[in-house]
């Protein structure tokens, strides 16, 4: 399952057979996803990060979006709301490829996200040990 970070594409491959292709969003500058030759080693249709999210009040408002726990304060009077990640296939530590909004350009904390119809295909299609090969170009 190849992915070319400058071009932001993904392409599935069964054997040697293209079965999907998509456009993705990887990671921003100072998040990079690592090129590299990697497999699946975690596949979770409902994962929830437990990185990155939002910190929500007892009234469910969004205090403070898009927070990094490691480095984000968390306000007084909130919980953490972790950012789901619906069809997570991991691949190498923290990483993984999952549905997400794909806004055509590198936008993610290192993830490589996918158009949720994609996502669904990829991960009904990848089994654990599946190859993930992250490429530059």
């Given at each position: 399952?190849?992915?070319?970070?400058?071009?932001?594409?993904?392409?599935?491959?069964?054997?040697h057979k293209?079965?999907?292709?998509?456009?993705?969003?990887?990671?921003?500058?100072?998040?990079?996803?690592?090129?590299?030759?990697?497999?699946?080693?975690?596949?979770?249709?409902?994962?929830?990060?437990?990185?990155?999210?939002?910190?929500?009040?007892?009234?469910?408002?969004?205090?403070?979006s898009n927070?990094?726990?490691?480095?984000?304060?968390?306000?007084?009077?909130?919980?953490?709301?972790?950012?789901?990640?619906?069809?997570?296939?991991?691949?190498?530590?923290?990483?993984?490829?999952?549905?997400?909004?794909?806004?055509?350009?590198?936008?993610?904390?290192?993830?490589?996200?996918?158009?949720?119809?994609?996502?669904?295909?990829?991960?009904?299609?990848?089994?654990?040990?599946?190859?993930?090969?992250?490429?530059?170009?």
């Open positions: 399952m190849p992915d070319f970070l400058a071009e932001q594409r993904a392409y599935f491959y069964k054997g293209l079965i999907g292709e998509s456009t993705v969003s990887t990671g921003k500058r100072g998040f990079d996803t690592p090129p590299g030759r990697y497999h699946v080693i975690e596949k979770d249709k409902y994962h929830v990060s437990s990185e990155f999210g939002d910190y929500v009040n007892g009234r469910g408002e969004v205090m403070k927070i990094d726990v490691r480095k984000d304060a968390q306000p007084a009077g909130t919980h953490f709301d972790g950012a789901h990640m619906p069809y997570f296939m991991r691949f190498n530590g923290g990483y993984g490829m999952h549905a997400g909004y794909v806004p055509r350009f590198r936008a993610s904390h290192g993830c490589i996200r996918l158009p949720a119809r994609m996502a669904r295909h990829f991960f009904e299609n990848a089994t654990d040990n599946t190859s993930v090969i992250v490429k530059e170009d």
